[in-house]
């Protein structure tokens, strides 16, 4: 669903490739925050909007509001969806821990 990219001077965007270790290329572009910044962004977003387009596009504010409710509500599901198979993950991890901890006792 999401993918890196990285931003150099907000106005080149670049999608790491899955194979890019996101943090070596951030740290290659320098320590300079303002320079370069990792974001990430959907995968699906279709095509950009530019600035010259966006800027005459106005929302009101309750527009706005949904907008924001419809994203929160997404990523909440998201986090719960993340957070279950962690927690099944942990589960697995932990159980194993006590398996090789118990079998380790015995020897």
Avoid at 2 to 23: G, H, I, Q, V, W
């Amino acid at each position: 669903i999401f993918l890196p990219c990285l931003f150099m001077n907000f106005a080149e965007r670049t999608k790491l490739k899955d194979s890019d270790y996101p943090l070596i290329a951030r740290i290659l572009q320098g320590p300079c925050e303002a320079i370069s910044k990792i974001f990430l962004m959907e995968k699906d977003l279709g095509e950009e909007v530019t600035y010259d387009v966006a800027q005459y596009i106005k929302f009101e504010m309750p527009v706005l509001q949904s907008f924001i409710v419809k994203l929160k509500e997404e990523e909440d599901r998201e986090v719960k969806k993340l957070t279950r198979k962690y927690s099944v993950l942990r589960a697995v991890i932990e159980t194993r821990v006590q398996e090789l901890t118990e079998s380790w006792a015995q020897i």
